[in-house]
């Protein structure tokens, strides 16, 4: 159980575009979504926390007009990189915490954003 | 700020040997410590610790939380090369972020 399924893996874009990411927990509702961004060799940075149906909460220095969040349902959100540039380049992980277990996150496989 | 600090940042050793894995923190309203293991992509849970001197076991792995000072430390006997990996400590507090408070890791490569 607890599985979360990120999509994609990796995606290639060019500098100005948009690119979305999507995050699903497949057997249990989340009803808090986290999305992390993690530098080569450097830990987890938190982004934001989104919980469904309400706006997402975003850590200092996170710009939310670049990073749009959107969780619509109990069991999908999404990561919108707009205007996407070389310095957004690096690995994003979304996690995912039931109503039941609400100390343990699980967390997707990430997505490598390489940016033109 | 929170802060969670991993040592060593990484580790060589033998198959066989056993590993043991260091994690202090500093957070205002500790809830609980968890351990996580990546191997190039998802974090995989390991351990959810919450209450000072219960060992978590889990096959050759464990955990145990010391409050009073404040770390954590997870143990890996008779490793083996599946077990090379970067081990992750995360801190769940109540204060500010809803989110993990997460250490660099502890890269350890195990040779055969």
């Known amino acids: 159980g607890a599985v979360v399924s990120q999509h994609p893996s990796w995606v290639i874009c060019k500098s100005g575009t948009s690119v979305k990411i999507e995050c699903r927990s497949l057997d249990f509702q989340a009803t808090t979504m986290f999305w992390y961004r993690q530098f080569p060799k450097q830990s987890l940075m938190l982004m934001a926390t989104?919980?469904?149906?309400?706006?997402?909460?975003?850590e200092q220095g996170v710009e939310k007009d670049k990073f749009l969040i959107n969780h619509a349902s109990l069991t999908l959100s999404t990561l919108t990189v707009t205007s996407a540039h070389p310095e957004d380049s690096s690995f994003y992980i979304c996690?995912?915490?039931?109503?039941?277990?609400?100390?343990?996150?699980?967390f997707g496989a990430g997505t490598r954003l390489s940016v033109l | 700020e929170d802060k969670v600090v991993q040592s060593p940042l990484s580790l060589v050793v033998h198959e066989g040997d056993t590993v043991t894995l260091n994690c202090s923190y500093e957070?205002?309203?500790?809830?609980?410590l968890l351990w996580y293991k990546q191997e190039k992509k998802a974090p995989t849970f390991l351990f959810m610790l919450t209450s000072s001197g219960i060992e978590k076991k889990s096959g050759r792995l464990s955990s145990i939380l010391d409050k009073k000072e404040l770390f954590s430390i997870l143990n890996i006997t008779a490793t083996q090369t599946g077990d090379s990996a970067i081990y992750l400590c995360a801190v769940y507090s109540g204060g500010g972020a809803d989110g993990l408070t997460f250490g660099k890791g502890t890269h350890l490569i195990i040779q055969p």
């Open positions: 957070v205002t309203n500790f809830r609980s």
């Open positions: 989104s919980n469904e149906g309400s706006k997402a909460t975003y």
């Open positions: 996690s995912a915490r039931g109503a039941r277990e609400r100390n343990i996150q699980y």
